[in-house]
Nanobody
Framework: QVQLVESGGGLVQAGGSLRLSCAASGRSFSNYAMGWFRQAPGKEREFVARISGSGITRSYTDSVKGRFTISRDNAKNTVYLQMNSLKPEDTAVYYC?????????????WGQGTQVTVSS
């Protein structure tokens, strides 16, 4: 019903910036809270950021506060993750997820991920 496609990943030097995008198909995009997660080699998937359907409420994991900004454009059915001051430890596959408010539990839809590599 809902498909998510991430883009914008790549290779960047430490201190640089990237903006990730997650484009959603399907209806009622503005009703979904959206999140970004990441998974580095040998690690579990980690929560990065979440934004409410309206875009008003945002939350972040401590390690990215002050460096990353999540935003959304509901007219474009897209959520973004602006990543500044990147560090090698930010290297991971980044996934976006959609949380359907009609369903209990965790995120209901996931993208395939986009690779972010930060070199020192």
């Amino acid at each position: 019903q809902v498909q998510l496609v991430e883009s914008g990943g790549g290779l960047v030097q430490a201190g640089g910036s990237l903006r990730l995008s997650c484009a959603a198909s399907g209806r009622s995009f503005s009703n979904y809270a959206m999140g970004w997660f990441r998974q580095a080699p040998g690690k579990e998937r980690e929560f990065v950021a979440r934004i409410s359907g309206s875009g008003i409420t945002r939350s972040y994991t401590d390690s990215v506060k002050g460096r990353f900004t999540i935003s959304r454009d509901n007219a474009k059915n897209t959520v973004y993750l602006q990543m500044n001051s990147l560090k090698p430890e930010d290297t991971a596959v980044y996934y976006c997820g959609a949380d359907d408010p009609r369903k209990l539990g965790g995120y209901d839809y996931w993208g395939q991920g986009t690779q972010v590599t930060v070199s020192s």
